[in-house]
Every structure is written in structure tokens, then in C-alpha cells.
């Protein structure tokens, strides 16, 4: 690394970490002020509410402080004249913004990566702080498809990993063949374990005239069903949510789409998380492209506000993208991917026509 680019990136991320705890302290501020009556006396709840805060918050902060950043280092090297400083080095344009690009795209692969923890429902555990909800997390009557069965918990905990009043119905041709009831089911090794499971079945084809048919009545100590279905899933799926982490929403749409069932809204979130950060690169470039070599005929003013009220309205419209998206009623392919592929396209024929004259 040559001392030039430790330099670029020595002042980038100053910047970076002064603008990003600033955002953060202002929205996690804002957002505690205006909930204080409804959060918890307990200290503890009250720190983790902030803490929980903070990471949902750093989803759209720290692609913002990317950009942010690099307009106040820019600023500075075209007020000190080190732009000019640079260029008699005989630095190019690539020598100078290759490490930030670097530099912001590893910062982002930070956040994908933190989002296939379990801090990617930060939001959901904010929410339950709020509502009085963190530690009673129960669901009741939960009904799904899986396969050729159907699938009934009276009341699941998540948390527990566990549920009771169990009954799954298998079906062939439309017709009820067998009953499966037990009490309680736990999640274990990747699939659910059914305890003490009664299993009656039908037999296929009824004769009324055979008075000898009669159903087929047996018990089990363990069963198994559900392969891949963690409590998390179903909560979220059952719920409708907007919160997945990475690895869960890979897992939910693998085994929605076994049952033939919509996955459009998990889709957007997963789109949502991997790609729509990257949507600041192209910013990065243009900003570049648009700054001046020294301050004597360059307007900062402008240059600054142009620079921040065009990085706030191409993140509205993204933003505005993944809502309309995680309606599942739209096509996340069509909505969010087509939209961010043209944005990589556009800000490229921008950036070459600015460079080349």
C-alpha cells in the first residue's frame, strides 16, 4: 500500500466514523425521545432497546456515512489544494478514489455479514421491547402446507423452540388419509420432533358393505416432520413480518417454493439486503466525477448540497422500491434488481461523459 492511498483512506475514515456515529446518535436519539414513555423502567431493557436500535439503525446509516464521508474528504482536499498536491505526484483519478471504493464496498460486505446474525431482527426485538412483548414471544394457531400434509400448532414459542397441540393432517386426492396428534413437538437437529404422537388412518378405500373396516389406530414415541421449518421461519412467515436474517430468508424461500407457495416478499427482503446497499458506489464515482481540482472556481456550497440532496433521493427511491416490493405483490426481480441494474448503467454513461470532458 502506497503512502499515498494510507492517506486517502487515513482521512476517509475519520470522516467515516464521525459522520456515522453522528447519524447514529441522532436517530437512536430522536427514536428514544419520542418512545421514552412507552420503554421499560428496567435498566436493562432500556440498553438493550438502545442497543437494538443502533444496529437497525446502522442498516441506513452507514451506507449513508459512505457517501457523506467521502463528500467531506473531498471538500477538504480541494479546500487545502490537495487535490493539486496529488496531481504533481503524478496520481490519477483511479489512484485516488480506487481505495475508497475498496474501502466502502468492505464496509458494506460488513453489514451483509452482520445481517446473517441474529441482529437482523434488531427491529422485531425493539418493537417487542416497546409492546411490553421481549420475553413472552407465544404464537397461537399457526396452520400450514407442507408437502402432501397439513400442519397445526394450538401455540408456538419460538424462543423455547417447542410447540403444543400438535395436529397434522395428511391429504391424497382431497381426501383425509391420516390424523397425527400429540401435545407437544420440539425443533431439534433441523427438524421438528412430535412426543408421544397418536397416528390414525383411514383406510383408502371404504366399502360400506365390509363391516370389518375400521380405522388403524397407533402410537409413536418420536416422530419427525418439518425438515428445514425453524421456529424463526414460521413466526415470521405465519406473522407476515419484514424481518429476515440472510441464512433464514435462503431458507424460508428454498422450502416455500417446495410448497408452491409466494415468496415475492421475502425475495425483496433478501435483494434488500445483499444488493440495494451497493446502490453508494455509484455515487462515490459521481460525486468524484463532479469535484474540482482546486477551491478558486469551484462553488463548495453547492457542490455539498447537490452532493447530499442527490445521495438522500437516490436512497428515498430505493427505499421507496423495497416498500412497494415487500408488499408480495410485485415482482422484487422487476422492482428492485431491474431499477438497480439501470442506476449502475446511468451513473457509469454519467460519469464517463463528465470524465471525458
Known amino acids: 500500500m502506497s503512502i499515498l492511498t494510507k492517506y486517502i483512506l487515513k482521512k476517509y475514515l475519520i470522516n467515516f466514523i464521525i459522520v456515522l456515529i453522528s447519524l447514529e446518535l441522532f436517530f437512536v436519539g430522536i427514536d428514544y425521545l419520542q418512545n421514552f414513555k412507552n420503554i421499560p423502567q428496567?435498566?436493562?431493557?432500556?440498553?438493550?432497546?438502545?442497543?437494538?436500535?443502533?444496529?437497525?439503525?446502522?442498516t441506513l446509516a452507514l451506507p449513508l456515512s459512505i457517501v457523506f464521508a467521502w463528500v467531506i474528504t473531498l471538500v477538504i482536499f480541494i479546500k487545502n489544494n490537495e487535490f493539486v498536491a496529488f496531481n504533481a505526484l503524478g496520481a490519477t483519478r483511479k489512484d485516488i478514489f480506487i481505495p475508497v471504493v475498496l474501502m466502502s464496498i468492505s464496509?458494506?460486505?460488513?453489514?451483509i455479514s452482520l445481517q446473517m446474525t441474529p441482529l437482523a431482527y434488531s427491529y422485531d426485538q425493539k418493537r417487542k421491547i416497546l409492546?411490553?412483548?421481549?420475553f413472552t414471544s407465544t404464537k397461537n394457531d399457526i396452520f400450514l402446507k407442507y408437502n402432501d400434509y397439513y400442519v397445526y400448532f394450538k401455540?408456538?414459542?419460538?424462543?423455547?423452540?417447542?410447540?403444543?397441540?400438535?395436529?397434522?393432517?395428511?391429504?391424497?386426492?382431497?381426501?383425509?388419509?391420516?390424523?397425527?396428534?400429540?401435545?407437544?413437538?420440539?425443533?431439534?437437529?433441523?427438524r421438528w420432533y412430535i412426543v408421544d404422537a397418536k397416528i390414525i388412518k383411514k383406510p383408502e378405500d371404504i366399502n360400506k358393505d365390509d363391516l370389518e373396516q375400521r380405522l388403524d389406530i397407533k402410537y409413536e414415541k418420536f416422530l419427525h416432520t418439518?425438515?428445514?421449518?425453524?421456529p424463526k421461519i414460521l413466526d415470521n412467515v405465519y406473522e407476515g413480518k419484514t424481518d429476515f436474517s440472510i441464512y433464514d430468508?435462503?431458507?424460508?424461500?428454498?422450502?416455500?417454493?417446495?410448497q408452491g407457495i409466494n415468496t415475492d416478499k421475502i425475495r425483496a427482503i433478501l435483494y434488500n439486503q445483499i444488493f440495494i446497499p451497493f446502490f453508494v458506489i455509484p455515487l462515490l464515482l459521481l460525486v468524484y466525477a463532479f469535484a474540482s481540482l482546486?477551491?478558486?472556481?469551484?462553488?463548495?456550497?453547492?457542490?455539498?448540497?447537490?452532493?447530499?440532496?442527490?445521495?438522500?433521493?437516490?436512497?428515498?427511491f430505493f427505499f421507496m422500491l423495497y416498500k412497494l416490493s415487500s408488499s408480495g405483490n410485485?415482482?422484487?426481480?422487476?422492482?428492485?434488481?431491474?431499477?438497480?441494474?439501470?442506476?449502475?448503467?446511468?451513473?457509469?454513461?454519467?460519469y464517463n461523459n463528465k470524465i471525458n470532458s
Open 42 to 58: 428496567s435498566a436493562n431493557l432500556q440498553l438493550l432497546y438502545v442497543l437494538y436500535n443502533g444496529f437497525f439503525t446502522l
Open 107 to 111: 464496509l458494506l460486505m460488513l453489514l
Open 131 to 134: 409492546n411490553d412483548e421481549y
Open 155 to 190: 401455540k408456538l414459542l419460538p424462543l423455547e423452540k417447542r410447540a403444543e397441540g400438535i395436529h397434522i393432517f395428511r391429504v391424497k386426492s382431497e381426501d383425509v388419509i391420516e390424523t397425527i396428534v400429540a401435545q407437544k413437538a420440539y425443533f431439534q437437529n433441523n
Open 226 to 230: 418439518l425438515d428445514g421449518f425453524k
Open 249 to 258: 430468508a435462503i431458507s424460508a424461500i428454498i422450502l416455500l417454493k417446495s
Open 294 to 316: 482546486n477551491s478558486r472556481f469551484f462553488n463548495l456550497g453547492k457542490f455539498v448540497s447537490m452532493s447530499i440532496f442527490g445521495t438522500l433521493i437516490v436512497w428515498g
Open 330 to 350: 410485485l415482482m422484487p426481480e422487476v422492482v428492485l434488481l431491474l431499477p438497480f441494474l439501470f442506476w449502475i448503467i446511468i451513473s457509469s454513461v454519467f
